[in-house]
């Protein structure tokens, strides 16, 4: 059997490896090879067995590496403890910033509430005031057709006014309704990591 062979039945035997394992060996044997050079290759593989054989002692070896590494959970009862400390002492600082960032979204939903509401309060005076310069511009006719007119563009001119402030607040309370949802969403997230 030579080298050639011997790493290539190797090779079928330790395919089942992970990725990482699998290549350190094959490097592993290659080097070996490599190190003894071609006049000693048929004392390299009377020295490692069969295929077989090494394929099995390498899977050993690696199985044996995976069943004793240590887990990455606290085992020990200090380590438990002094996670315990940790969190009393991290308490105080984090249940403050906790009910600070609440009731600092809770003021920016009452702020943008009140804003969308005052901008539609503030149309519909708009359209009250148009509907009463309408109407005092009536009142004029007999006296003056100038200021009949002038009261007719008034009242047009804050109608148009108001109904664009109306539209503008329901675009924007959209808008702000959805981003108020995507702020608590991003909130909630940070809160959940902490």
Request: net charge negative; charged share 15%.
């Amino acid at each position: 059997m030579t080298r050639i062979e011997y790493l290539a039945e190797l090779d079928k035997y330790l395919k089942r490896l992970p990725q990482v394992d699998y290549e350190e060996a094959m490097d592993y044997f290659v080097e070996y090879f490599e190190e003894a050079g071609p006049e000693n290759e048929e004392t390299v593989i009377a020295e490692l067995g069969t295929p077989k054989e090494a394929a099995s002692d390498v899977i050993s070896t690696v199985l044996g590496k995976h069943v004793t590494e240590p887990n990455k959970t606290p085992k020990t009862n200090a380590t438990i403890i002094g996670m315990i400390v940790l969190s009393i002492f991290a308490a105080p600082i984090a249940l403050p910033v906790l009910i600070f960032l609440i009731l600092l979204m809770l003021a920016i939903v009452a702020l943008v509430l009140s804003a969308i509401i005052a901008a539609y309060l503030l149309g519909l005076a708009g359209l009250v005031l148009a509907a009463m310069t309408l109407f005092e511009s009536f009142t004029l006719l007999t006296s003056s057709l100038s200021a009949v007119a002038m009261g007719i563009g008034a009242s047009l001119m804050l109608f148009g006014g108001s109904i664009l402030v109306w539209m503008v607040t329901t675009f924007l309370a959209r808008f702000s309704g959805k981003g108020l949802v995507l702020l608590w969403q991003k909130m909630i997230r940070k809160v959940r990591t902490v």
